[in-house]
């Protein structure tokens, strides 16, 4: 097994390298304004996983997919001349699904944002079902808690007198 830390720098270190090849060697007129998000590594350090995304549309996207995969040789050269490890992992690459996800979040957002505001509206006019404030406060008369006279009995005490 392999030394997480270890992992993780190489991981690192292959996003950076992928980055900067892309930048100034893959000269692929498919490859579109890509960004490399995320590098995951397995713990053998055989094969690595680049995430990246794309803006554009569909197509585009379709179209930078297809040129990663074709510079995916030169990529992996690239990789092991930089990083000097004795075994230069396979890279395999991924659509980041963080832009999604955040336009998904957005959209919830959104909805959450207008059903707030319909709440907001149609209590506006309301008035409260009881009074304002429902609660006793100090030093209010408390004739309300006093029973009536001749309604002592509860009903254990019926039930007793019931008996004898």
């Known amino acids: 097994m392999s030394d997480t830390a270890r992992a993780r720098k190489l991981a690192d270190r292959i996003r950076v390298v992928v980055a900067e090849t892309l930048q100034r060697r893959i000269k692929d007129p498919r490859l579109g304004y890509v960004t490399i998000t995320d590098t995951r590594i397995t713990g053998d350090l055989r094969e690595a996983t680049v995430f990246y995304t794309v803006y554009g549309d569909d197509e585009e996207r ?62 506006s006019g309301a008035t409260y079902a009881g009074d304002a404030d429902p609660y006793r406060k100090p030093g209010e008369e408390e004739a309300d808690e006093s029973p009536a006279d001749g309604d002592d009995e509860s009903p254990s005490a019926g039930k007793g007198a019931a008996d004898a």
């Open 62 to 123: 379709a179209a930078s997919a297809a040129a990663l995969e074709s510079a995916k040789g030169v990529l992996r050269s690239e990789v092991g001349r930089q990083t000097g490890v004795r075994f230069t992992p396979t890279l395999t690459f991924v659509p980041d699904a963080l832009p999604d996800n955040a336009r998904t979040i957005d959209d919830l957002l959104a909805k959450a944002k207008a059903a707030d505001a319909e709440v907001r509206e149609a209590s």
